[in-house]
């Protein structure tokens, strides 16, 4: 038996580690946002394209031109299926640049989407993406001021792929660099619908739900959270790999430790039912109008209060506590007193759900 | 028989017509920047998304951000095969992306890129399309400073797309709208050599060729072409629906006529030839190093020398002029003293050539 420090010295080294990507085909892992993707940016992309802006591996870069302090952040869409309870994937285009954007600081200006669309394609179709794209833009401010299509034969896609990308300008300097032992971490609302919502919705399970994803802008909650707490250190939607990848991200990037309490993450019924039923934790699952704040610890009551006072943040909860020890790493406290390591998410265990 | 006025009178009328989009599915001809492209945009995207900044129809949108003054420009790159004579994906979705900046009076600062791979795909060829897009962006003077990896399953996609969004800096006011009766119309290179590569890539023909893709960062050329001839009115690029394509766009949007001289228009030897055999005319085919000029004809000797002395401008030539009538029309006059009407692109005889 290998005890805890032993689990935890070998999660150390490994980080240390210089990234190389061994594999020598893509697979679906390297797309979903955890352990997989992390190594074939740092390996791959990072390499090649190093620069200071780039380096941070944030949700977009922060840029300066001319006088103007500016975010952009770019971001393909390619859900299946496209049309889903609560949304399509038109108006999750639309959110999710909007909501990189809002939760670098930045306040969003415009977007640019482009489409690659298969051959045979229902115009139909790409009409209601549209019509869900223009009412998502309208809803965040943003104009979509440029654009791209090309169509690809049939067998070479599958209906419709979108990439957005937003530009915005920066109003509050927020960066993981702020972080620090002490601070708390809360969540702007139960976790996990917008992955659990699309895995239900391709129907190859015989599980039945009431739900809906939560994908939503996020640009007006974010935008009072800031304005009511301006201490607030640093913000992070939580997609791809759920909030447990999102934590591992700050307790990395940071050096500090997350201590979770596991009890206090909000999880609606029917979504901790499906994902009990998936075999999947929803920690892992993603999201698509929840974010991550973290706050000094005095300001944690007062954010609590803002973000529920708003329609996007109704079920905000404090989830977790900076600690200086173990740095880089995620602890889960069970309700049972046990603990246990957070890790980023390996594998993929819902593909294409953004 | 119709007379050649009948027919410029339903050409005309066509075109004042209010675009709807008849086709129930979407075709390749929708994604070969032609007639179909336009209808596409028109009656769908520009209807949804309707803004100052994209009913301009340009490569990208000019945009104002606190003090700055940007252009942001989108485009996906869906070349098959991915790696041809002359480039490969990575260094044209670099190249593609920092010439609609520049045709745009824009100093390119920034590229974001958003990769859809397919599961299975050869990590080494990953790296080999980010290597070359690494060297493309150092040879263009920007950072690739964000982006974005989603996996799609097998049968999905086409091994790798590249959506790269541009930012930069306006330095020059260029605009259709300054197009004027009188005016040159300069094209920097021989035509139509991207095109014809990539489809005698694909190995689908039996034709032997000692062709190169022309993909070429354009920036420098453009910079020197904009200090030494500011009177420059107008720069496009010719990608998708090639120069023909380009020229119907300046005489659509500044309501005159161009007139091609066709003899005058460079093209290679072997680009012709391998034209003549494909049965496609040069002036519809992509290039991806060339861009068209329209400049006061009293400037044109003086650009036609700038260009002429840059290395991506060996092949420059005064290909057009622009005319009061018939507005909206481009018509070409063969060696033998002949006239014909060249249209926009219809159809998409080089589907995937970007």
């Known amino acids: 038996?290998?005890?805890?420090?032993?689990?935890?010295?070998?999660?150390?080294?490994?980080?240390?580690?210089?990234?190389?990507?061994?594999?020598?085909?893509?697979?679906?892992?390297?797309?979903?946002?955890?352990?997989?993707?992390?190594?074939?940016?740092?390996?791959?992309?990072?390499?090649?394209?190093?620069?200071?802006?780039?380096?941070?591996?944030?949700?977009?870069?922060?840029?300066?031109?001319?006088?103007?302090?500016?975010?952009?952040?770019?971001?393909?869409?390619?859900?299946?299926?496209?049309?889903?309870?609560?949304?399509?994937?038109?108006?999750?285009?639309?959110?999710?640049?909007?909501?990189?954007?809002?939760?670098?600081g930045a306040r969003p200006l415009y977007l640019s989407a482009a489409f690659i669309l298969e051959e045979g394609f229902p115009t139909d179709d790409l009409r209601r993406i549209v019509t869900s794209m223009a009412e998502a833009a309208a809803a965040a401010g943003v104009d979509i001021v440029t654009g791209d299509t090309k169509v690809v034969g049939r067998g070479k896609a599958d209906g419709c792929y979108i990439t957005t990308t937003g530009v915005g300008v920066v109003r509050h300097a927020l960066s993981v660099d702020r972080v620090e032992p002490g601070d708390a971490v809360l969540v702007s609302g139960p976790i996990a619908e917008h992955g659990v919502t699309v895995m239900l919705a391709r129907g190859e399970l015989d599980i039945e739900a009431d739900l809906t994803s939560d994908t939503a802008p996020l640009h007006d909650i974010v935008a009072a959270l800031l304005e009511a707490v301006p201490q607030t250190r640093m913000l992070r939607d939580a997609t791809r790999g759920g909030v447990a990848t999102v934590l591992n991200e700050i307790a990395k990037a940071s050096g500090t430790a997350v201590v979770v309490d596991e009890s206090a993450v909000p999880v609606r019924p029917q979504v901790g039912g499906a994902c009990e039923l998936l075999g999947i934790d929803p920690l892992y699952v993603a999201c698509e109008g929840r974010f991550l704040a973290v706050v000094p610890a005095e300001c944690a009551e007062a954010a609590l209060d803002v973000l529920r006072s708003h329609p996007l943040g109704a079920g905000a909860a404090r989830i977790a506590t900076v600690q200086d020890d173990p740095p880089g790493l995620v602890l889960g406290r069970t309700a049972f007193g046990g603990t246990r390591v957070i890790d980023t998410l390996v594998g993929d265990p819902l593909p294409r759900i953004c």
Chains 1, 2 share one sequence.
Do not use: C, W
């Open 1 to 104: 038996m290998i005890t805890e420090e032993q689990v935890l010295e070998r999660i150390r080294r490994a980080r240390e580690r210089r990234p190389r990507l061994r594999d020598e085909r893509i697979t679906l892992a390297h797309g979903a946002g955890g352990k997989a993707t992390q190594s074939l940016i740092e390996s791959t992309f990072l390499e090649a394209f190093r620069n200071p802006a780039l380096e941070r591996l944030a949700d977009g870069a922060v840029l300066e031109a001319d006088e103007a302090r500016l975010v952009l952040t770019t971001d393909g869409y390619v859900v299946s299926p496209l049309f889903f309870p609560g949304g399509d994937i038109g108006d999750l285009a639309v959110n999710g640049t909007v909501n990189d954007l809002a939760v670098m």
